[in-house]
């Protein structure tokens, strides 16, 4: 789970990974393609954008392709699409590392108009290596697995189309915790304590913590509050069988499944995690004061 300095090899196969039909990220994948083929670097590009650049003869394959084939994948579009990439890429042993073209950035450090010199560095082993764990939330229905998906930042539950308030128990280890009305909850990884758990008011979470926390989604009661628990735990929700609409768990808001009254729904931290790759200078503390607009020091 913690940063630290690594002295690998330099990398040989880059995967590069981009979001299709977007101006910005197309530039950015010819610029990178351009100029690792010129490092004699090996460059397998993501099946879905390879016709987008101006190159013959170029080498693709899927996700799950780049995944086994690569010793680093490059990733260019914004937090969002890193986290469709990330939920595939962390089933394999493959370092990763982001190029912004999106917002915020929490997870993706290159800049698209400088990353020639960062990115030679890293490409020479001069980098830091971060783990990031993963949720998998499963549905079970009536003691039957019926859907399951993982989560690099959070795993949400909610009505299925409207606002309604909702009931639900929560169980940690199989120990009772609390019961719930409210609009749901999130269940938040510390690297997704940044996105939509930040926004409801939870707390910021280090990357190096082994922990999850959950959050009340605008709870029926004044006395419900976040809480932060070991990662290792196991968490149950049972749903009420008395609510009136159907519900769903929402994985990085890119990944919904259905949830009924009466179902459970169980959290776990996943056994893969998602080798994040920074230039040497990466700072945590530094990306919230450039991202979250925190002042500087004052002497």
């Known amino acids: 789970m913690s940063t630290q300095q690594t002295d690998f090899s330099e990398f040989k196969t880059i995967g590069l990974i981009a979001k299709g039909q977007h101006t910005g990220a197309q530039q950015t994948l010819q610029s990178l393609y351009n100029f690792l083929q010129k490092k004699g670097l090996t460059v397998i590009v993501d099946r879905r954008v390879a016709c987008e650049l101006n190159n013959n003869n170029v080498e693709s394959n899927s996700l799950v392709g780049i995944g086994k084939s690569c010793d680093l994948a490059i990733v260019i579009g914004g937090d969002g699409y890193m ?18 073209r999106g917002n915020l950035g929490f997870l993706t450090d290159l800049d698209p108009d400088n990353f020639e010199a ?62 719930q009305r409210a609009d749901g909850l999130i269940i938040s990884t510390p690297t997704g304590s940044t996105a939509y758990s930040l926004s409801g008011g939870g707390p910021i979470l280090t990357p190096n913590l082994d922990a999850i926390s959950l959050l009340p989604m605008f709870p029926h009661a004044l006395n419900s509050r976040p809480i932060v628990i070991d990662a290792n735990s196991t968490v149950r929700l049972k749903v009420a069988e008395t609510n009136s609409t159907e519900m769903q768990i929402s994985c990085d808001s890119h990944v919904n499944l259905s949830v009924l009254p009466g179902d459970e729904v169980i959290i776990t931290k996943t056994v893969h995690q998602l080798k994040l790759v920074h230039p040497k200078d990466y700072n945590y503390f530094h990306v919230l004061q450039n991202k979250l607009g925190w002042g500087n020091k004052f002497f």
């Open 83 to 100: 986290l469709g990439a990330a939920r595939v890429l962390s089933r394999f042993d493959i370092a990763v590392i982001g190029v912004n």
């Open 118 to 179: 960062p990115l030679s560095e890293v490409l020479a082993g001069k980098y830091l290596v971060e783990k990031r764990f993963l949720l998998e939330a499963k549905i079970y229905s009536h003691g039957h697995l019926k859907s399951c998906n993982t989560a690099v930042n959070e795993a949400v539950l909610h009505p299925d189309k409207i606002a309604h308030m909702i009931e639900f128990e929560v169980y940690v280890d199989d120990n009772f915790m609390l019961n």
